[in-house]
């Protein structure tokens, strides 16, 4: 009961302000639950999905409800690709669970976002070179890439899509976070089909917890998504500038406590 009210306050809270940058929050969730320490990298994946398709859900809901435009055809060709990455992802992390103890996953998981949040940030510099690639193969093609690198890390990976859309697309960071959004939720979709196909299915997972965890992220995508529709680009990069940098303190932190357990 304890751990659960915990997580409720802790999804509530990241998941507003996340979700207000276009990112699902998971990036942020999964290195809190690690420092928390109650699961296991398969229970916290788990959770982790189940928190970040609910408050993808509730944020697009309330930002088409706001007005908020959005190239379905553009969002599909996206999406597609997510899914296969999304199962890929977590075909690949279900091996390294496998073979691997869940300490070193988790280092590793930790490890890879801070490099990749640490390229981001590099990214949000004024006068980066943006591109303007178009075509559906090249949409399929990112959502691959994006959804097989979140699954893997076990996060909605939102920072990595605003940037990789901001970069590659040459859109605006408030459009980016939109399809940031669709694009997570597809691939967390595919990683929990993944899941429940597993010879154990979900019956190894405290379903208690989603009493918790749901309500939670409903609650914090529809806040995050009024709060991007209602704020300005600039505010907006600040949000997700200082929730970049906050996600790659804690995953520091972490590196160093799971590698110190293998020692």
Do not use: C
């Amino acid at each position: 009961m304890l751990i659960g009210i915990l997580y409720f306050f802790i999804i509530l809270l990241v998941i507003s302000i996340s979700a207000m940058a276009g990112i699902s929050g998971g990036v942020v969730l999964r290195p809190i639950f690690d420092l928390i320490g109650y699961h296991d990298v398969r229970e916290i994946a788990f959770y982790m999905a189940v928190a970040i398709i609910t408050m993808t859900i509730a944020s697009t809901l309330k930002q088409l409800k706001l007005g908020t435009k959005i190239k379905f055809n553009k969002a599909l060709t996206l999406a597609i690709g997510a899914v296969t990455g999304g199962w890929l992802g977590q075909e690949v992390l279900h091996l390294l669970n496998d073979s691997v103890n869940s300490e070193a996953i988790q280092m590793f998981q930790n490890v890879v976002s801070i490099l990749i949040l640490l390229v981001i940030i590099a990214t949000m510099r004024p006068g980066i070179k943006t591109y303007q690639l178009k075509g559906r193969f090249l949409d399929v093609l990112t959502g691959f890439g994006l959804g097989s690198l979140a699954s893997v890390l076990s996060i909605g990976g939102g920072p990595i899509n605003v940037a990789a859309f901001t970069i590659l697309f040459g859109i605006s960071l408030k459009e980016a976070t939109v399809y940031s959004i669709t694009t997570i939720f597809f691939t967390q979709l595919a990683r929990m089909i993944t899941m429940a196909k597993a010879p154990d299915g979900l019956a190894i997972f405290d379903m208690s917890l989603l009493w918790f965890i749901i309500p939670a992220a409903i609650f914090g995508g529809y806040v995050g998504g009024k709060l991007n529709v209602q704020a300005s680009e600039a505010q907006v990069a600040k949000i997700f500038k200082a929730v970049v940098i906050s996600t790659i303190l804690i995953n520091v932190w972490n590196a160093i406590t799971f590698g110190l357990s293998l020692i």
